[in-house]
Structures are given as structure tokens and as C-alpha cells.
T-cell receptor, first 112, second 114 residues
């Protein structure tokens, strides 16, 4: 089993839709959870991070962690064409020199 | 000011050649990384260096040799290029504090091996 699994999509939604992006992970010891956004032909950039369980909101974006089911989600409200990108969940591994393990990435397209 | 820069942006070469990619960061971070992103967008760590010392080597073929002349630079040299090496290579840097680790990525080098 991979340490982090993510539905690769692609996902296409109309403008204004609510988008749900999801990952599962295997190790219950993981504490930090990150979402990176990658625009076409660019490097990934950190969008949000959460620590342990619960929700974190930033504008139209909400990151959610459910440690009991080892499930992490990113919700995008009122999606915009500018949200079209690949979204990657990532988990830092403690005491391994800054290692991040990434999900496969979900390619999102928001149509006007 | 570019935080993490890579050169070249595109690299097209023949099988069997040797090539290098350079990376520089001006963020003052102590850790730098090389990642490979395949055609399905899967991003996998290859190496990390902390203050010029190799920390992570993720079972990468020894045709790949990273070198860090100082903590602001991390280069990647690839010998005897193979078709399967075609990918986008990203450099990243971070200041690792405990587990939290925001990594800043460069724009990528798109390598095509013919």
C-alpha cells in the first residue's frame, strides 16, 4: 500500500461549483498534512497545511483532516477558472531530513 | 526576486549523453532537494542536502549524482541518459524545523531524452 494515495482525476467542474479533493494515508503517526497547488508548467506551491485533526479555512479553501479514518480533504467553494491546476496532498516525514511524500495529484479544470 | 531558480528550463538530448541541471536558492534555507515528476504528475523525492551534506538518497540510479558546492546551490548531474529519464525535475528548498517543512519549488527543468 502506498503511504499516500490520491484520486488522480482529472476533475472538471463548472465555475461556482464546490470541489472536493481527497487523499488517504497509511501511517497513523503522521501529524502534518499539506496541500500544494501546481499550475501548468510551474513548480508546486504550498496552499494550506493542517496539524492533526480538524478543519482549517482560508478564504474559499478549507482543509480537513480525519485522523480516525486517515483521510484528508481540500474543499474549494465558489470555484473559479483561476483555480484550474493540479492539487497535490503532501505529508512531511518526521526525522527524515525534510522528506515530503506526495499523493499522485488531482488535475482540476474549472470551466467558465 | 526569484526564490528558487533552475537552469536550464528545457533540455533535449540524445540517449547516452551526460547533462547537468543547476539550482540556486536565495531564501537562506539550509536544506535543498531534487524531485522527479513523471508524465502522470507524480512527484517523487530523489535527494536532499542539508548544509552541503547528503541526507536523503531515495534509491536513485547512481547515474544521478547531486553536488552541493554551498548551501545555496544544488546541482544534478546525469550520466548516460536513458529514455526513462524524461521527466520534469524540480529543485526545492526549505528551512526544516521539526516536522513542519514548507518547501519552495523552482520552475522545473523539462528533460526530454530522444
Amino acid at each position: 500500500q502506498k503511504e499516500v494515495e490520491q484520486d488522480p482525476g482529472p476533475l472538471s467542474v463548472p465555475e461556482g461549483a464546490i470541489v472536493s479533493l481527497n487523499c488517504t494515508y497509511s501511517n497513523s503517526a503522521f501529524q502534518y498534512f499539506m496541500w500544494y497547488r501546481q499550475y501548468s508548467r510551474k513548480g508546486p506551491e504550498l496552499l494550506m497545511y493542517t496539524y492533526s485533526s480538524g478543519n482549517k479555512e482560508d478564504g474559499r479553501f478549507t482543509a480537513q483532516v480525519d485522523k480516525s479514518s486517515k483521510y484528508i480533504s481540500l474543499f474549494i467553494r465558489d470555484s473559479q477558472p483561476s483555480d484550474s491546476a493540479t492539487y497535490l496532498c503532501a505529508i512531511p516525514i518526521y526525522n527524515q531530513g525534510g522528506k515530503l511524500i506526495f499523493g499522485q495529484g488531482t488535475e482540476l479544470s474549472v470551466k467558465p | 526576486d526569484t526564490a528558487v531558480s533552475q537552469t536550464p528550463k528545457y533540455l533535449v538530448t540524445q540517449m547516452g549523453n551526460d547533462k547537468s541541471i543547476k539550482c540556486e536558492q536565495n531564501l537562506g534555507h539550509d536544506t535543498m532537494y531534487w524531485y522527479k515528476q513523471d508524465s502522470k504528475k507524480f512527484l517523487k523525492i530523489m535527494f536532499s542536502y542539508n548544509n552541503k551534506e547528503l541526507i536523503i538518497n531515495e534509491t536513485v540510479p547512481n547515474r544521478f549524482s547531486p553536488k552541493s558546492p554551498d548551501k545555496a546551490h544544488l546541482n544534478l548531474h546525469i550520466n548516460s541518459l536513458e529514455l526513462g529519464d524524461s521527466a520534469v525535475y524540480f529543485c526545492a528548498s526549505s528551512q526544516v524545523t521539526g516536522t513542519y517543512n514548507e518547501q519552495f519549488f523552482g520552475p522545473g527543468t523539462r528533460l526530454t531524452v530522444l
